[in-house]
């Protein structure tokens, strides 16, 4: 089977901007704008965090001792508000989403904000919003991948 040649690009996006509840929370954070791209490019909605095995809802989390990048290189850890390590989830949920984006072919990726996942330029720390990228980010753009922040389009 081939794939079609008139199909569009494909577009990995964090799937809280698509409306789907995954957030910590429950909630979504659906992105009109995300949204309106469905209508030229094929969308493939992921979440890294459920990806890694964390339930909805779940403790919120921060990166602590880094960013995303410290916590690729083992120098950071991601805790979540009750103290517990949640690490290992987060790296599993990048890889996967890793491994989707790369079977999807998808040269672009647009993830959410401030997230300790999909944070591009932003994410919280002892809850106050620092420069710093998430777990997933860091480890896309290792991986040569465009990623952009649903707050740049």
Do not use: W
């Amino acid at each position: 089977m081939h794939a079609s040649a008139d199909r569009g690009s494909v577009i990995v996006v964090s799937a809280c901007l698509t409306g789907i509840h995954c957030r910590y929370d429950g909630g979504h954070r659906l992105d009109d704008k995300v949204v309106a791209i469905s209508g030229k490019e094929k969308l493939i909605p992921l979440c890294p965090e459920q990806l890694g095995g964390l339930p909805v809802p779940r403790p919120p989390a921060e990166i602590v001792g880094g960013d995303g990048d410290d916590v690729l290189d083992g120098r950071a850890r991601v805790v979540d508000e009750e103290g517990k390590d949640i690490t290992e989830e987060f790296l599993k949920g990048a890889r996967e989403s890793l491994r989707i984006t790369k079977l999807a072919e998808s040269k672009t990726v647009i993830l959410k904000e401030k997230s300790p996942s999909c944070g591009i330029h932003k994410i919280y720390r002892d809850g106050v919003l620092v420069s710093g990228k998430g777990v997933l980010t860091a480890l896309l753009l290792r991986e040569g991948i465009k990623v952009i922040s649903n707050e740049e389009m």
